[in-house]
């Protein structure tokens, strides 16, 4: 009878020991035991008893096995790195355009609900692609890449930008790099000045201001006019009878003036303070 009972004892501890050394728990990352992890590509999990753990095992868990992982280093010291794509972009992570994402580290995906939209556009219904955000140019809607009905403008990124090129300008408007502008009948920029003084397009009209556009030679301002110069219409004349006077030829002609030469000037100039006298003493 104690034969048999150590008999059972000894049957219960092999057993035990058994079930012990066939131990299939998981490791920490749930990967089973014996098996490569897919959670952290190029490990094993391996380990005593009832004491699994990963092990880095790259000859044996192949890091490709895992997509958008790839092997860095080789031999003992070799490991799993994530995959890049074209721009640097790690596998899985958004890359620098908007809404694409990594796949695999070698192909893109739009992911507008993960990565985002670039300005001017916002999220479709699906949360997967990016859509155009309409322009609200003054109350009128115009769609991306579209001009408006009033021309001379775009929409781009949600916002109306000025594109005469591509849409034109309106009637009686002329293109000046991208914008258009009002020209007058002459040919003159709105705002500029005429090569006709004094002449200025204001509103595609022409207008006289002397005093932005000057005047024609021989004009002076007045006001916004121009008008012939006082000392041009006297001819050169010196009011103090210095000029225009000939000397003596010889053949003995006498000398000219005008009317308000030298010789004359003190009468005036008596008869004038003789006035002033007069004036004085009635009063």
């Not at 030298?262 to 009635?282: D, N, V």
Request: glycine share 14%.
């Amino acid at each position: 009878m104690k034969f048999f009972s150590l008999a059972i004892v000894v049957l219960i501890a092999l057993s035990g020991a058994v079930f012990a050394e066939i131990d299939t728990s998981p490791c920490s990352d749930g990967t089973p035991y014996g098996k490569c992890s897919t959670a952290n590509p190029g490990n094993w999990c391996t380990g005593s008893p009832g004491a699994h753990a990963l092990m880095q095992y790259v000859a044996l868990c192949s890091c490709t096995a895992v997509p958008g992982w790839i092997q860095d280093g080789t031999g003992d010291t070799a490991t799993c790195v994530q995959a890049t794509c074209d721009d640097g972009t790690k596998n899985g992570n958004c890359a620098k355009t908007k809404p694409k994402v990594c796949i695999g580290g070698s192909a893109y995906a739009d992911n507008a609900t993960k990565c985002g939209c670039p300005a001017g556009k916002r999220k479709a219904a699906n949360g997967i692609f990016c859509e155009s955000i309409p322009c609200n140019y003054s109350g009128e809607i115009v769609n991306e890449g579209l001009c408006s009905a009033k021309k001379a403008k775009m929409c781009q990124n949600g916002a109306m930008v000025d594109a005469a090129t591509a849409c034109g300008c309106p009637a009686g408007q002329t293109k000046v790099g991208e914008k258009c502008s009002l020209v007058c009948t002459d040919g003159t920029l709105n705002n500029a000045c005429s090569t006709t003084k004094p002449r200025k397009c204001v509103d595609g009209d022409l207008v006289d201001d002397a005093q932005s556009c000057g005047c024609p030679s021989g004009q002076s301002a007045v006001g916004k006019n121009c008008a012939e110069s006082v000392l041009g219409a006297l001819g050169g004349v010196d009011l103090l009878g210095s000029g225009n006077t000939n000397a003596n030829n010889s053949s003995g002609g006498s000398a000219t003036s005008n009317p308000l030469s030298c010789c004359c000037l003190p009468t005036a100039l008596i008869g004038i303070i003789g006035g002033f006298a007069f004036f004085r003493k009635e009063e």
